[in-house]
């Protein structure tokens, strides 16, 4: 029996609600397909910091080091940032770093509407046409986020000058296009990329980059967009993308603007993956929304997310495609029987019932 490592890192706000309900269907799934898994859970965010002193204690990361992938909740309680440096707060010290750590360069993020959710997704029904499927391929360790020099400084005039230094190397550029085209591939043979090339040196060189790659993927259609067009065509007319490929800071802005179209940001997962080792890719997988403290606690939040970040951890990391696939289908009939947590719930939808996190987790798990 194969039996695989999890770090478990539940975080913050509602982290630890939506990671207890995706842990509940990894055990209904590994139960029905015969594997082991090996979760072991660990403070990170806030509550490191409570129990250690620090965002990404020792312990965790000595923890996500001997493990085969990270799966993640949130990290980052907004009313206690001024307590402690920036430098020290959890999404710098350990977020930043855990991606830093393990050279997680690609992210994707799976944006998919069910039509059972046609009335949660903030467009008219004619602009969803037959179903809006994106996947957004983030480059996730260079960029603004990370480039050098990044500072405050005093002028001498009293005012400050805050300095972000946007940064990539043509081999960042081309490692990322090769996982995008792969990815479209896979899919429906299209990718857009986006850059600002008519005002940025970086726009310039990412476009001659993914079009020098994308001579070597001749069945793949590629094209280019400026981040801004980009953007309004998401709201105009979102069935014309299928993969998109998109620097670091573009892809966090323009991943966010296509997870309101699949109903909710409850409702997008993540995968952040590192170079491959053999067979093998170490992965971090989380929901791209935030902590929601306002709801945390009151089972409320949507594990939805969670759960199907956890699956995309089961075919991205583990090749448990079939496994994968199961959680996927699972919740796609935990919707269609009805089931809502509040932020996908319309009190006008017939047959609709308004559940909470752990009534959401438990449907999808007997769905298993």
């Known amino acids: 029996m194969n039996t695989f490592k999890i770090a478990a890192l539940a975080g913050d706000g509602i982290g630890p609600e939506v990671m207890r309900e995706a842990i509940k269907v990894l055990r209904a799934t590994e139960k029905k397909f015969g594997f082991k898994l090996e979760i072991t859970e660990a403070p990170v965010g806030w509550a490191g910091i409570d129990s250690d002193g ?6 965790t990361l000595a923890l996500c080091k001997q493990s085969d992938s990270i799966l993640f909740g949130s990290v980052g309680l907004p009313d206690r940032d001024a307590t402690i440096p920036k430098e020290e707060r959890p999404e710098r010290a350990a977020l930043l770093r855990i991606r830093k750590e393990f050279s997680l360069f690609a992210n994707l993020r799976p944006v998919k509407l069910p039509k059972a959710l046609a009335h949660a997704c903030p467009l008219a029904k004619e602009r969803q046409g037959d179903g809006i499927d994106i ?15 990044k500072k405050t400084e005093n002028l001498p005039d009293g005012n400050f000058r805050a300095i972000d230094t946007m940064v990539y190397t ?17 899919r429906r043979k299209k990718l857009t990329s986006i850059d600002k090339a008519n005002v940025l040196e970086n726009g310039i060189l990412w476009r001659e980059v993914v079009t020098r790659v994308g001579k070597h993927y ?5 094209e280019h967009q400026f981040v ?11 069935t014309q993308f299928d993969v998109m490929l998109c620097e670091n800071m573009f892809g966090d802005i323009l991943s966010d603007e296509a997870a309101a179209l699949g109903g909710s940001l409850g409702m997008l997962p993540s995968a952040s993956l590192g170079a491959s080792s053999g067979e093998k890719i170490f992965g971090f997988y989380e929901p791209a929304g935030g902590t929601a403290p306002d709801i945390a606690g009151k089972n409320l939040a949507n594990p939805i997310a969670q759960i199907l970040s956890a699956a995309l951890m089961l075919r991205h ?5 079939e496994a994968a696939a199961a959680i996927e289908i699972a919740v796609g009939k935990a919707i269609d029987s009805g089931n809502r947590t509040g ?10 019932q308004k559940i909470g996190t752990r009534e959401m987790g438990d449907a999808i798990a007997a769905a298993i």
């Open 54 to 59: 620090k965002a990404l204690p020792e312990k």
């Open 135 to 149: 996947l957004v391929v983030r480059e996730l360790t260079g960029g603004m986020y990370f480039g050098q020099p």
């Open 170 to 186: 043509t081999p960042e550029i081309e490692r990322i296009a090769h996982v995008a085209f792969k990815a479209a591939r896979l």
């Open 218 to 222: 001749s069945d793949v259609t590629l």
């Open 228 to 238: 801004d067009n980009a953007a309004m065509q998401l709201v105009l007319r979102p």
């Open 317 to 321: 990391s583990f090749g448990l495609n």
């Open 343 to 352: 932020d996908i719930f319309n009190p006008n939808e017939s047959g609709a």
